[in-house]
């Protein structure tokens, strides 16, 4: 079994920053694509920014040049370095990640972060 677990989220002010991270563990062979996606309340979950296992990144219009998406494969970690924060941007944020074990390819949720962007 997998888990990805979340962490990093919290209360900022405007213009600040935040990491957050996401670490997988358990029997993983693989770890194709993963990627941030968040959800406000009463909205739907929205990509915010993927990155494959080759490294090659996609992000929203809305966090462009402001979030930075990376992962660490030696220790099953994709980070979201998340700077120039916005009121708009608060959200929860959930990892997601394609992993193979036991033989098959499976897509894994993380529980969420909250982040918080008010002064």
């Known amino acids: 079994q997998v888990q990805l677990v979340e962490s990093g989220g919290g209360l900022v002010q405007p213009g600040g920053s935040l990491r957050l991270s996401c670490a997988a563990s358990?029997?993983?062979?693989?770890?194709?694509?993963m990627g941030w996606y968040r959800q406000a309340p009463g909205k739907q979950r929205d990509l915010v920014a993927t990155?494959?296992?080759?490294?090659?990144?996609n992000y929203a219009n809305s966090v462009k040049g402001r979030f930075t998406i990376s992962r660490d494969d030696a220790k099953d970690t994709v980070y979201l370095q998340m700077n120039s924060l916005k009121p708009e941007d608060t959200a929860v944020y959930y990892c997601?990640?394609?992993?193979?074990?036991?033989?098959?390819?499976?897509?894994?949720w993380g529980q969420g972060t909250q982040v918080t962007v008010s002064s």
């Open positions: 990155i494959t296992s080759g490294g090659s990144t």
């Open positions: 997601k990640a394609n992993i193979l074990y036991d033989n098959t390819w499976s897509v894994s």
């Open positions: 358990g029997n993983i062979h693989s770890i194709g694509t």
